[in-house]
């Protein structure tokens, strides 16, 4: 079973307009949200995270919406460039216990000039 | 500070060979993961150090690959014997605390 979701396997927008990327969980336990970058050929690179205790976490062009009660969130990317065409990862761990992440299966994005 | 380092970046290996990846975590991480990539399975998880304890040894991946970390600055995966479906990239990260962990560049093996 899918413990973390991502709903799109990919996604199209324009230069400049905003990127909206979902993400949902099963587990309740889980409190702390990092999202990744991923361009061809690298490693997964940590963008944005967030905790449970917050609903909302920006940085830069880069806002995470997080809200518990309904087990979701998103990641938000305001003015989107060429230049951010690449791989997202949403992410979950559970703070207690064993520490490890549980990765989404990626939305790839493009950005079209 | 230098980053998680891994090498080879590539490797090629017939099948039944014994490949080893290397892996320096970032100075001061006590946590070291190993994860396999690869597009019909995302990212998996083989193995799980915390200061240097195998705390988690990936369930379905425990009878060909086997991780070890001599110290705290280095582990190596050891995949034996290698089959083709074994092709993927191998992705070493280090973590400090409950921080997000930092990931390195990762090492491309192809078995033919």
């Known amino acids: 079973q899918q413990q973390v979701r991502q709903s799109s396997q990919s996604l199209t927008v324009w230069e400049g307009e905003t990127a909206i990327l979902n993400c949902s969980y099963e587990?309740?336990?889980?409190?702390?949200f990092p999202w990744y970058q991923q361009f061809p050929g690298e490693g997964p690179a940590l963008l944005i995270a967030?905790?449970?205790?917050?609903d909302k976490k920006e940085d830069g062009r880069f806002t995470i919406f997080f809200n518990k009660r309904e087990k979701n969130l998103s990641l938000h990317i305001k003015d989107s460039q060429p230049g951010d065409s690449a791989t997202y990862f949403c992410?979950?761990?559970?703070?207690?216990?064993?520490?490890?992440?549980?990765f989404g299966s990626g939305t790839q994005l493009t950005v079209m000039p | 500070d230098a980053g998680v380092t891994q090498t080879p970046r590539h490797e090629v290996a017939e099948k039944g060979q014994t490949i080893i990846l290397k892996c320096e975590p970032v100075s001061g991480h006590n946590d070291l993961f190993w994860y396999r990539q690869t597009k019909i399975q995302g990212l998996e998880l083989l193995s799980y150090?915390?200061?240097?304890?195998?705390?988690?040894d990936g369930g379905a991946f425990k009878d060909r690959f086997k991780a070890e970390m001599l110290n705290s600055s280095f582990s190596t995966l050891k995949i034996q014997p290698t089959e083709p479906k074994d092709s993927a990239v191998y992705l070493c990260a280090s973590a400090r605390g409950n921080q997000a962990p930092l990931f390195g560049e990762g090492t491309r093996l192809s078995v033919l």
């Open positions: 587990n309740s336990a889980f409190d702390y």
């Open positions: 992410a979950a761990s559970a703070s207690s216990g064993s520490w490890q992440l549980i």
């Open positions: 150090f915390r200061s240097k304890s195998l705390m988690e």
């Open positions: 967030i905790r449970s205790v917050s």
